[in-house]
């Protein structure tokens, strides 16, 4: 996640402490940035809906073997001894599985930071309280567009109203809310108008996702957005971000899964924010990039362990037979060890491109989904030539 807010405003924001090794007021200091992963649990694989772009390509049904509630709570107490600061409880459609409250409450007294990843849709009033009680305060919301493009991007009529009525629950109820939107040349039109609903339901996170080749996502990549585009909209994110942060507006905007971000943001800055540059490149620097298998894992439904969210068809071993703190400590797993050291991996350009150490080589699944290759250059990378040397 690239904060928008934070490098480009120098306003702190909540996940500094993760992103930059930064203190959070209250917080604690942790020892270096991705010293332990960033945990997503899939902890259901059904879903009430059939997103377009869904990296797990979920359906209304059940799956067998996901893991139990027993399995779950020792996923969350290994997580916690181990140290992982975030456990991210995903899906699917994560509300669909009806021991949500008692995990979220288990990983809140484990000491972990629990926080959903839902589609919205059953967010109602009985459902926003038992979270609530349960000591969820931070809520991810996905909406892909406006009403018309968002169900239609849902396969679902209605999915928009009932995700817009599960914002204002989780409003009304004290959690914080982010709504994420995913990039595509179908929906990037409606970007202006997510700021605006963002503004109007008092939202204070707003998640801008480029699209990952990922599940049924891996079909929509002749509908990703072109790099003219890509700059063009990334641009507008900024001066839309600097243009609240001016008016007073707290709202907090981030960027997620392309590092050719950071890069571009800076080099965006030397002329339109100049005054910033230096803050930029230094917490660059900090943050390195892409941490899939170090800084950013993933546990799926039935206990995979994975490098990342989206990494499903690549596994390092499942929960069920050792403990995740046993998998990501293994050094004899050698595509691991690989993902962590990856630079002399790389092909070019990323492997001579100056901006490596800011970005990583960016998202290594799309680069594999595209090409067949996981070392091979991330089609979704955007700057030019010129500006890589």
């Not at 439904?301 to 998998?327: A, C, M, Y």
């Not at 962590?340 to 491109?353: A, F, G, H, I």
Request: glycine letters at 8%; proline letters at 5%; hydrophobic letters at 35%.
């Amino acid at each position: 996640m690239l904060s928008i807010t934070r490098l480009l405003c120098d306003t702190p924001t909540p996940g500094d402490d993760l992103r930059y090794g930064e203190r959070r007021p209250g917080g604690h200091n942790i020892k270096s940035v991705h010293h332990r992963p960033v945990v997503v649990w899939n902890v259901t694989r059904r879903c009430n809906l059939h997103c377009a772009h869904c990296y797990s390509s979920s359906q209304d049904r059940e799956y067998p073997d996901e893991l139990s509630l027993d399995q779950g709570k020792a996923l969350i107490e290994d997580l916690a001894e181990f140290g992982a600061p975030v456990l991210l409880f995903s899906g699917g459609e994560p509300v669909m599985r009806q021991d949500l409250p008692e995990l979220i409450a288990h990983a809140r007294k484990s000491g972990l930071r629990p926080v959903l990843s839902t589609n919205g849709t059953l967010l109602n009033k009985e459902n926003v309280s038992r979270l609530a009680e349960a000591g969820l305060d931070r809520v991810g919301i996905s909406l892909d567009g406006l009403q018309s493009i968002h169900d239609k991007f849902r396969g679902s009529k209605g999915a928009f109203d009932s995700a817009l009525e599960g914002i204002r629950n989780t409003t009304e109820a004290g959690m914080k809310v982010s709504v994420r939107f995913t990039m595509t040349d179908r929906n990037v039109e409606d970007l202006p108008g997510i700021f605006d609903l963002a503004i109007k339901e008092n939202v204070p996170r707003l998640c801008f996702y480029h699209l990952a080749y990922a599940g049924r996502g891996a079909k929509l990549l002749p509908f990703d957005l072109s790099h003219e585009r890509r700059r063009e909209t990334v641009e507008d994110i900024f001066r839309r971000t600097l243009d609240e942060n001016s008016n007073g507006k707290s709202l907090e905007v981030l960027t997620v899964d392309n590092h050719a971000d950071g890069p571009f943001m800076l080099l965006w800055s030397r002329e339109n924010a100049p005054e910033r540059s230096a803050g930029i490149e230094k917490l660059l620097a900090r943050n390195g990039g892409n941490t899939a298998g170090k800084g950013i894992a993933c546990v799926d439904n039935t206990g995979n362990v994975h490098p990342d969210q989206f990494w499903w068809s690549r596994t390092l071993g499942i929960v069920k037979e050792r403990q995740f703190s046993e998998i990501w400590s293994d050094s004899d797993n050698e595509f691991l060890s690989s993902l962590r050291d990856r630079k002399p991996l790389l092909d070019e350009p990323c492997r001579s491109c100056k901006w490596l150490d800011v970005c990583n080589g960016n998202l290594r699944v799309r680069a594999e989904s595209a090409t067949g290759n996981p070392w091979a250059a991330d089609p979704a990378c955007y700057l030019t030539a010129e500006e890589r040397a």
